[in-house]
């Protein structure tokens, strides 16, 4: 079973909207942490912003923001006022256990964002 | 504070050729990662080294690949005679020791490997 799966391959957007973009997961480890990374047409990958499973409150980071539903076992990455400079692709990616022998990024296939002027 | 460093960004290879790709850590991190990204696919976890020690190996093939992480200088990975499916772009990261704030992985730019 995939671990990580992002079920939106292309979604669009107009500049200055806000677009959610889809990730859920699957692990039996109650400790794990989920991160999002963004990878412009350049190829390099940029971290976004993380959540751990046990953080009380939703992730936060400027105009990025991560709705965590743990019942639900989902990580969607809300991008707020997008700017032409959001087209890229997007990866939801997990590792299972907090520290010490876990370490493996898990990575789902990818959101490719495209932001219309 | 200089990010992690990859080199070369692109290399172009003809089959039975060795490839080797380094990685400088950011500074003050010990622990270093490489993963593959084969065409419009997600990143897969190859190997993860601390200095000197090849902590975790079992997402790199079994043959013609190989990683280093020397007490001085840069990580390696190795790949003797490459073959076209070894066409990828390959990243490492990097992470503080264990137990420090923030366990979070940050990337390099990436090489891209052509095998021709």
């Known amino acids: 079973a995939q671990k990580i799966t992002q079920t939106q391959p292309g979604m669009f957007v107009q500049e200055k909207e806000a677009v959610t973009l889809d990730c859920t997961y699957d692990?039996?480890?109650?400790?794990?942490?989920l991160f999002w990374y963004k990878q412009p047409s350049s190829g390099e990958m940029i971290f976004l912003i993380y959540?751990?499973?046990?953080?009380?409150q939703n992730a936060t980071e400027g105009r990025y923001s991560l709705n965590f539903q743990k019942a639900r076992k989902s990580a969607n990455l809300v991008i707020s006022a997008s700017q032409l400079g959001d087209s890229a692709m997007y990866f939801c990616?997990?590792?299972?256990?907090?520290?010490?022998?876990?370490?493996?990024?898990?990575f789902g296939k990818g959101t490719l964002l495209t932001v219309n002027p | 504070n200089a990010g992690v460093m990859q080199n070369p960004r692109h290399l172009v290879r003809r089959r039975g050729q060795e490839a080797r790709l380094r990685c400088s850590p950011m500074?003050?991190?010990?622990?270093v990662y490489w993963y593959r990204q084969l065409p419009e696919e997600g990143l897969k976890f190859m190997v993860y080294?601390?200095?000197?020690?090849?902590?975790?190996e079992s997402g790199m093939p079994k043959e013609r690949f190989s990683a280093e992480f020397p007490k001085e200088g840069p990580s390696i990975l190795r790949i003797q005679q490459v073959v076209r499916g070894d066409s990828a772009a390959y990243f490492c990261?990097?992470?503080?020791?264990?137990?420090?704030?923030?366990?979070?992985?940050?990337f390099g730019p990436g090489t891209r490997l052509t095998v021709l």
């Open positions: 990261a990097s992470s503080p020791p264990v137990g420090q704030s923030s366990d979070t992985q940050y």
């Open positions: 692990t039996s480890d109650p400790s794990y942490g």
């Open positions: 959540q751990g499973s046990y953080d009380q």
């Open positions: 990616a997990m590792r299972e256990g907090l520290g010490g022998s876990n370490y493996k990024l898990t």
């Open positions: 500074k003050g991190h010990s622990h």
């Open positions: 080294l601390q200095k000197e020690n090849i902590i975790d």
